[in-house]
């Protein structure tokens, strides 16, 4: 899968080295399922080439170092420490939601077993708060507690999300506030990373961690699309699991509060047998979607992203910073939303 497009530096090529020297700390049993999982082998444990993942959240850590005048090497510690915590989230979110592909690949789980996948995200979690407590200079403590709240909510949303799952009534602000602690405080926290590693003062760092909020939920807003209308063969994940497994992600919450006769049919399917006693039938995620869609959940959706993305860029133009930094993290905001990854 190709990184995500910035042109100051190759991401992977600068932030690669750091990781596989943080990660190269694990157990033997324990690394082979976190090298496994970040696409550096195969199941085999054998080198393979194509690494996993966009590598987002290193992209904008390194950024951030640029938005503070520091220079991208001093990010490293913070995109490492990042993409650490993603490493961790996707680990555990695999096996919590049953996804048993992830990357074009299978899930670590289902190679390694549950405990080995479980033990390995709670390692690389150390791993992260490790490497940013080692890194040099003055924001380093500033750093690991950013990172640690960070964490905290992302694992309160997700837990807000399974929570979801049983209920009948979910309202859109909650689901955008769910959002915005699953996955938007921890690219709000790589947005600013690099510079609260600099020390950089609070209304450049406020700044940004506005800007990387606004974008994560723009980011959940194109993912939850994706879940439905990308094709599984970009996305590397199955078509339609969101639905599948009766998500009340973005779109489909859009949907069933519309108050349209579409979102009450939704409803209606959402209603019977969960997937844990039942698998829905093809027919029946063609008709979720095609509800989702009448009701008005995907242009809500696409909409609310593109609305996100405006707000996103309006924090940054009111900050002070090199214009070179500003256009790169404008370019990765329209990334965002445009992907079909
Ligand atoms: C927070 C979410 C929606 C999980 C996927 O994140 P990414 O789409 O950044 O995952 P990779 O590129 O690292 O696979």
Redesign the pocket.
């Given at each position: 899968?190709t990184a995500v497009p910035v042109s100051m530096t190759d991401v992977r090529e600068l932030v690669d080295g750091a990781l596989r020297a943080a990660v190269g700390r694990l157990d033997p049993r324990t690394y082979r399922v976190a090298a496994y999982h970040l696409g550096w082998t195969d199941e085999e444990g054998h080198p393979r080439k194509a690494p996993?993942?966009?590598?987002?959240?290193p992209a904008l850590a390194l950024l951030s170092a640029r938005a503070a005048v520091a220079p991208p090497e001093s990010a490293l510690p913070g995109a490492v420490a990042v993409e650490l915590t993603?490493a961790f989230s996707?680990l555990h979110d695999d096996i919590m939601d049953g996804d048993r592909t992830r990357?074009h690949r299978p899930a670590a789980w289902t190679v390694f077993g549950e405990a080995s996948a479980i033990l390995t995200g709670d390692a690389l979690l150390a791993l992260a708060g490790e490497v940013l407590l080692e890194a040099p200079g003055q924001g380093s403590a500033r750093a690991a507690r950013a990172l640690s709240t960070a964490t905290r909510r992302l694992i309160a949303g997700q837990s807000l999300d399974m929570d979801f799952e049983s209920r009948r009534q979910v309202g859109v602000d909650e689901c955008v506030a769910m959002a915005s602690d699953k996955?938007a405080a921890l690219l709000a926290c790589s947005c600013s990373i690099g510079a609260v590693l600099d020390d950089a003062p609070r209304p450049l760092t406020e700044a940004l961690e506005a800007f990387g909020t606004d974008l994560g939920i723009a980011?959940?807003l194109a993912?939850d699309l994706l879940g439905i209308w990308g094709d599984p063969a970009t996305t590397g994940k199955p078509a339609m699991s969101d639905l599948r497994s009766r998500k009340m992600s973005l779109p489909v919450v859009a949907a069933l509060n519309s108050g349209t006769p579409e979102g009450a049919k939704l409803a209606a399917l959402y209603a019977r047998p969960g997937p844990r006693e039942q698998e829905p039938a093809e027919s029946e995620l063609a008709e979720a979607a095609a509800l989702v869609e009448a009701a008005g959940g995907r242009a809500w959706a696409e909409l609310e992203a593109e609305s996100r993305v405006q707000r996103a860029a309006e924090h940054l133009l009111a900050a002070r910073m090199p214009d070179s930094a500003r256009t790169e993290f404008l370019r990765i905001a329209d990334f965002v939303t445009r992907r079909d990854h």
């Amino acid at each position: 899968m190709t990184a995500v497009p910035v042109s100051m530096t190759d991401v992977r090529e600068l932030v690669d080295g750091a990781l596989r020297a943080a990660v190269g700390r694990l157990d033997p049993r324990t690394y082979r399922v976190a090298a496994y999982h970040l696409g550096w082998t195969d199941e085999e444990g054998h080198p393979r080439k194509a690494p996993a993942g966009k590598a987002l959240r290193p992209a904008l850590a390194l950024l951030s170092a640029r938005a503070a005048v520091a220079p991208p090497e001093s990010a490293l510690p913070g995109a490492v420490a990042v993409e650490l915590t993603h490493a961790f989230s996707l680990l555990h979110d695999d096996i919590m939601d049953g996804d048993r592909t992830r990357r074009h690949r299978p899930a670590a789980w289902t190679v390694f077993g549950e405990a080995s996948a479980i033990l390995t995200g709670d390692a690389l979690l150390a791993l992260a708060g490790e490497v940013l407590l080692e890194a040099p200079g003055q924001g380093s403590a500033r750093a690991a507690r950013a990172l640690s709240t960070a964490t905290r909510r992302l694992i309160a949303g997700q837990s807000l999300d399974m929570d979801f799952e049983s209920r009948r009534q979910v309202g859109v602000d909650e689901c955008v506030a769910m959002a915005s602690d699953k996955t938007a405080a921890l690219l709000a926290c790589s947005c600013s990373i690099g510079a609260v590693l600099d020390d950089a003062p609070r209304p450049l760092t406020e700044a940004l961690e506005a800007f990387g909020t606004d974008l994560g939920i723009a980011f959940q807003l194109a993912d939850d699309l994706l879940g439905i209308w990308g094709d599984p063969a970009t996305t590397g994940k199955p078509a339609m699991s969101d639905l599948r497994s009766r998500k009340m992600s973005l779109p489909v919450v859009a949907a069933l509060n519309s108050g349209t006769p579409e979102g009450a049919k939704l409803a209606a399917l959402y209603a019977r047998p969960g997937p844990r006693e039942q698998e829905p039938a093809e027919s029946e995620l063609a008709e979720a979607a095609a509800l989702v869609e009448a009701a008005g959940g995907r242009a809500w959706a696409e909409l609310e992203a593109e609305s996100r993305v405006q707000r996103a860029a309006e924090h940054l133009l009111a900050a002070r910073m090199p214009d070179s930094a500003r256009t790169e993290f404008l370019r990765i905001a329209d990334f965002v939303t445009r992907r079909d990854h």
